[in-house]
């Protein structure tokens, strides 16, 4: 009866293990696999290979075997046509050369017997992109391209001379401190008529430090970049914010109060606050406050927030001695003897005066 009753308990565990089966180890081996997965995808992103879209502005260069009447230079006009000759109105705004190769060779086989087409761009349509979010000046810009190439390959066009994403954050003025270089948003217009776009999520942080070119794509024509808001203190990241050319050049902000120099400077930019009053010459030790120092600061949605710090030379770069923006007010303040050695005296200037003339009519007399 025993032996039974123990070969059923170990049926009915075969049972519960084949229907629930368990396994930590390769739990965790699915999850970091998926993991990888994940991360493969994101390396796998490649902008570089999108084809050029082509749209009212572009300059070509057609060539037709077997006939000059329809080569030459072409513009394309503002409702995305070209009048070729054999072939009438050809409307090429949001194809690809490629594509724009194919519509003309069938437009062309009304007139000619298995047309050949060789089409290049001889100068690009000025290039309009959008960075938003957490740059410097966010707005449109446009972006100039130099010594572009372009021919039909295997993969649909080369092209060469495109401006990249960094010159476009470059050209917003850099990135603001809060900014998340790990997943920055570039949506992009598809080739066709239908309004679609794509968006790919690039990792700035993979570029700076190791180099991962597909990071920094070519842009094309209504390109837009966002750069979102990071939720890690700044301070806590230094790494990636300063030491890299995303960041403005310099920033202009103002010292005040209690320091041998006090006025307007130009300093580089992610200057922490107590390099700031260093450099107007460092607080007066007889008169400044080394614990009581006021850093003004108009945000970018228009308001203004006041924090006091307190001077510690030992302390480097973090929420004690945080990094200064650029239109950032430091007042260092008066101790509590230049305070009242100050209202004495504010009060024995006119006394004296007093007394001056008093001993002026004394003298009359």
Same mark, same amino acid.
């Given at each position: 009866?025993? #032996?039974?009753?123990?070969?059923?308990?170990?049926?009915?565990?075969?049972?519960?293990?084949?229907?629930?089966p368990f396994n930590p180890i390769q739990n965790l081996h699915s999850e970091t696999l998926n993991k990888s997965v994940e991360d493969n995808i994101n390396e796998k992103i490649n902008l570089?290979?999108?084809?050029?879209?082509?749209?009212?502005?572009?300059? $070509?260069?057609?060539?037709?075997?077997?006939?000059?009447?329809?080569?030459?230079?072409?513009?394309?006009?503002?409702?995305?046509?070209?009048?070729?000759? $054999?072939?009438?109105?050809?409307? $090429?705004?949001?194809?690809?050369? #490629?594509?724009?190769?194919?519509?003309?060779k069938q437009r062309l086989k009304k007139q000619l017997i298995e047309p050949e087409v060789s089409i290049q761009i001889i100068k690009p349509r000025p290039m309009t992109v959008f960075v938003l979010g957490e740059v410097d000046r966010p707005g449109i810009y446009t972006l100039n391209i130099s010594g572009i190439t372009?021919?039909?390959?295997?993969?649909g066009s080369s092209i060469s001379g495109m401006p990249t994403l960094i010159k476009a954050i470059q050209k917003a003025g850099g990135i603001t401190q809060s900014a998340n270089l790990k997943e920055v948003e570039l949506t992009r217009l598809l080739p066709g008529n239908k309004n679609e776009y794509k968006t790919s999520k690039l990792n700035l942080i993979n570029l700076i430090f190791k180099g991962a070119r597909n990071n920094n794509p070519f842009l094309f024509d209504g390109d837009i970049i966002k750069l979102k808001?990071?939720?890690?203190?700044?301070?806590?990241?230094?790494?990636?914010?300063?030491?890299?050319?995303?960041?403005?050049?310099?920033i202009k902000i103002s010292v005040i109060g209690e320091v041998l120099n006090p006025g307007r400077l130009q300093l580089d930019s992610n200057t922490p606050l107590l390099q700031s009053i260093l450099e107007a010459g460092g607080p007066i030790n007889s008169r400044s406050s080394k614990t009581n120092v006021d850093l003004f600061r108009v945000n970018r949605d228009g308001t203004a927030s006041h924090k006091k710090f307190k001077l510690d030379f030992k302390s480097g770069i973090s929420p004690s001695n945080p990094l200064l923006k650029n239109g950032d007010v430091v007042r260092v303040r008066r101790n509590l003897i230049t305070k009242a050695s100050d209202s004495l005296d504010s009060i024995a200037r006119p006394l004296s005066s007093v007394v001056t003339v008093y001993s002026l009519f004394k003298i009359i007399d």
């Amino acid at each position: 009866m025993n #032996k039974f009753l123990r070969k059923l308990f170990f049926l009915k565990l075969g049972l519960i293990t084949t229907i629930l089966p368990f396994n930590p180890i390769q739990n965790l081996h699915s999850e970091t696999l998926n993991k990888s997965v994940e991360d493969n995808i994101n390396e796998k992103i490649n902008l570089q290979e999108d084809p050029y879209i082509l749209g009212p502005g572009d300059e $070509l260069r057609l060539a037709v075997l077997d006939s000059d009447i329809s080569s030459g230079a072409y513009t394309i006009l503002n409702d995305g046509t070209i009048n070729i000759p $054999l072939a009438g109105d050809v409307s $090429l705004k949001g194809k690809t050369i #490629k594509e724009a190769n194919s519509e003309i060779k069938q437009r062309l086989k009304k007139q000619l017997i298995e047309p050949e087409v060789s089409i290049q761009i001889i100068k690009p349509r000025p290039m309009t992109v959008f960075v938003l979010g957490e740059v410097d000046r966010p707005g449109i810009y446009t972006l100039n391209i130099s010594g572009i190439t372009s021919g039909i390959d295997s993969s649909g066009s080369s092209i060469s001379g495109m401006p990249t994403l960094i010159k476009a954050i470059q050209k917003a003025g850099g990135i603001t401190q809060s900014a998340n270089l790990k997943e920055v948003e570039l949506t992009r217009l598809l080739p066709g008529n239908k309004n679609e776009y794509k968006t790919s999520k690039l990792n700035l942080i993979n570029l700076i430090f190791k180099g991962a070119r597909n990071n920094n794509p070519f842009l094309f024509d209504g390109d837009i970049i966002k750069l979102k808001k990071s939720t890690v203190d700044p301070t806590k990241r230094i790494e990636t914010i300063t030491y890299n050319n995303l960041s403005p050049n310099q920033i202009k902000i103002s010292v005040i109060g209690e320091v041998l120099n006090p006025g307007r400077l130009q300093l580089d930019s992610n200057t922490p606050l107590l390099q700031s009053i260093l450099e107007a010459g460092g607080p007066i030790n007889s008169r400044s406050s080394k614990t009581n120092v006021d850093l003004f600061r108009v945000n970018r949605d228009g308001t203004a927030s006041h924090k006091k710090f307190k001077l510690d030379f030992k302390s480097g770069i973090s929420p004690s001695n945080p990094l200064l923006k650029n239109g950032d007010v430091v007042r260092v303040r008066r101790n509590l003897i230049t305070k009242a050695s100050d209202s004495l005296d504010s009060i024995a200037r006119p006394l004296s005066s007093v007394v001056t003339v008093y001993s002026l009519f004394k003298i009359i007399d």
